[in-house]
C-alpha cells in the first residue's frame, strides 16, 4: 500500500527564517510521482512542483527548493527567507504510474510566518 | 476565467435532502476528480472518470454517485446527505497525455449538512 506521511502538523516562523516541510512517503512501485500543493487560506489548491521516482535532482525556484531522496524516501521542501504569503497549509502527494493518476495526499503542514 | 469551476462555492443543507455538486473545466482534460478534505486527514478521493463512459471508485465512494455529462462535465451527488459529509469537496482535472497526470484542482465546495 501507498502512503504520504506529514509529521508536522503545524509550524510557525517568524518572517525572513528559513522553514523546511518533511514529506515521506511509502510505495514498493519503482515509478512514481511526487507532487507538492499549496492550500492558502481562501482554499484553492495550488500546484507547485511535480518530480518523477528517476529524477532526483534537488530544485529551486525562487525561495522554493526541493530535496527529494530516494534512500530516506522523502521529498522535502524548504522556503527561504519566509514571507507572510507564505501561510498556507503544504500537501505532499504521491502517484502510481499507471494507477489512473490517483493521487495519495499526506495529512498537510500547516505554516504560519508571523511578521 | 478559471480552468477548473465549481458550483455551488457554499451550500449548506439538511440531514436526508439530495445534493448535488457540479465541476466544470475548458482545460481539455480528459481525466476528472473528486475529493473530499477533512481537517488533519488531507484529501481523499471519492470518484474519478477517466472519459465520459469510464467511471471508477476512489478510496471513500459510500454515500456518494458521479456523472459525467461530458467531457467537461463532473457532477458528484450525495442522494441522501448526511451530518458526516460536511467537508470540502475539490474537483480535479488532468491531461491522460501528460503521463504525470499532474491534476489541476478549482476553488472547491464548502457542504455543511445539518
Known amino acids: 500500500a501507498q502512503k504520504v506521511t506529514q509529521a508536522q502538523t503545524e509550524i510557525s516562523v517568524v518572517e525572513k527564517e528559513d522553514v523546511t516541510l518533511d514529506c515521506v512517503y511509502e510505495?514498493?512501485?519503482?515509478?512514481?510521482?511526487l507532487f507538492w500543493y499549496k492550500q492558502p487560506p481562501s482554499g484553492e489548491l495550488v500546484f507547485l512542483i511535480r518530480?518523477?521516482?528517476?529524477?532526483?535532482q534537488n530544485e529551486i525556484s525562487g525561495r522554493y527548493s526541493w530535496n527529494f531522496q530516494k534512500s530516506t524516501s522523502s521529498f522535502n521542501f524548504t522556503i527561504t527567507a519566509s514571507q507572510v504569503v507564505d501561510s498556507a497549509v503544504y500537501f505532499c502527494a504521491l502517484s502510481i504510474y499507471n494507477q489512473g493518476g490517483k493521487l495519495i495526499f499526506g495529512q498537510g503542514t500547516e505554516l504560519s510566518v508571523k511578521p | 476565467d478559471a480552468d477548473v469551476t465549481q458550483t455551488p462555492r457554499n451550500r449548506i443543507t439538511k440531514t436526508g435532502k439530495r445534493i448535488m455538486l457540479e465541476c466544470s473545466q475548458t482545460k481539455g482534460h480528459d481525466r476528472m476528480y473528486w475529493y473530499r478534505q477533512d481537517p488533519g486527514l488531507g484529501l481523499r478521493l471519492i470518484y474519478y472518470s477517466f472519459d465520459v463512459k469510464d467511471i471508477n471508485k476512489g478510496e471513500i465512494s459510500d454515500g456518494y454517485s458521479v456523472s459525467r455529462q461530458a467531457q467537461a462535465k463532473f457532477s458528484l451527488s450525495l442522494e441522501s446527505a448526511i451530518p458526516n459529509q460536511t467537508a470540502l469537496y475539490f474537483c480535479a482535472t488532468s491531461d491522460f497525455s501528460d503521463r504525470t497526470d499532474t491534476q489541476y484542482f478549482g476553488p472547491g465546495t464548502r457542504l455543511t449538512v445539518l
Open positions: 518530480r518523477n521516482s528517476f529524477d532526483e
Open positions: 510505495t514498493r512501485d519503482t515509478t512514481y510521482y
